[in-house]
C-alpha cells in the first residue's frame, strides 16, 4: 500500500506532490542563482553583455 502522505518531524503530514514541488523550486533557485552569478560576475564580457540586454528587453532596470 503506497501512503499519499509522508510524516515530518513536527508531526505535520505534507504529499508527496508537495515535497516534489519543494524539491523542484530549490533546484530551480539554485540553478536560476548559479546563472546570475555566472552572467553577472563572470570574466567573459559576452556572457555579461548578453545577461545586461536581456535585462533590458524585459524592461528591467539594471542600472
Do not use: Q, W
Not at 34 to 56: I, K, P
Request: aromatic share 10%; proline share 2%.
Amino acid at each position: 500500500m503506497i501512503h499519499s502522505h509522508l510524516s515530518s518531524v513536527a508531526g505535520l503530514h505534507v504529499s508527496a506532490k508537495r515535497i516534489e514541488a519543494i524539491k523542484a523550486a530549490f533546484v530551480a533557485l539554485f540553478v536560476g542563482a548559479g546563472l546570475v552569478y555566472f552572467a553577472g560576475f563572470s570574466g567573459a564580457e559576452a556572457a555579461h553583455n548578453a545577461a545586461h540586454d536581456t535585462r533590458h528587453s524585459l524592461s528591467f532596470p539594471c542600472h
